[in-house]
């Protein structure tokens, strides 16, 4: 697996105190489920007449409060900072602004989070399926009928937010047409890192999982604990773990490809002009 690690630490670096926040963010949720769970074991031990059943109820209510507090912390906080490390993430080497600048850049791309969430599927979306020759966007001859893939395409679609911000000096909307377009047209290097960027990052997932679950197993079948709960404590765990230090890296590597290979490009403007249905520059309600 051939992966520019040199190019993505090189990027990690120029936004390392966002990176860092989001590590710091995430690695306290995971404590916090730890202490939840922590919390809930003892509860079920020190009461009387607490049935297996009743221990699994509970923990599903935990869970549910855990992953609504996720997305709202996503909803309000997260959603720009994670814009603003891809706008970092742009930046050429030594020129990197400070994070006021990049939080400032990241509300004008994206003023509010439905905005983020829209643009983000979308981008995600179409990258999928992009090579499939559909709504008339033609690939570069040889690609005919190759898809990105739905997993590949996370990192791909997020790389072109980075590539758009690299050149949004004026319309955020035409920028992302822009870096969508260089994409289509030049990203052929960038495609296949993201697979294998995707790759590594789900194996990085799956290691850290068993890690965590096979111990979990143990201590939860000892302790007369459903079994299922420590599995599922295990894959929060992983999760969050993945969230802070492997994605970041991942979303580092495949930018810095991506930005690399299509320096010096000019968008075609007739692909640009078919993608503005896609994404338009008008801003949806409630988010001026």
Known sequence: MNLNFKEALAALSRALPLVLLRAGVYVAGGFMVIVLFAMLLIAARL???????????????????????ALVLERFFLFRYHAALLF????????????????????????GPALWAARRQGLRRFVATMHRDQEGFTPPPGERGQAVGLLASAPLSQAVVALAFSRGKGNPGQALREGLALC?????????????WQRFSLMALAFVFFCLALPNWIFFRGAGVPVWIGIALAAAIAWLLHQAFA?????????????????????????????AALFPDAVPAGER
């Open 184 to 196: 289509l047209r030049h990203g052929t290097a960038s495609r296949a890192l993201a697979r294998s």
């Open 88 to 111: 970092l993430f742009s930046s050429p080497p030594g020129t990197a602004p400070g994070l006021a600048a990049a939080l400032c850049e990241a509300a004008r791309f994206f003023p």
């Open 247 to 275: 994605v970041p890296v991942v979303l580092a590597g495949v930018s810095a490809t991506l930005l690399a290979e299509t320096r010096e490009r000019i968008p075609d403007p007739e692909l640009c002009e078919k993608l």
């Open 47 to 69: 009461a009387n007449g607490v049935t297996p059943a009743q221990v699994t109820v509970m923990a599903l209510l935990l869970m549910g409060g855990g992953w609504v507090t």
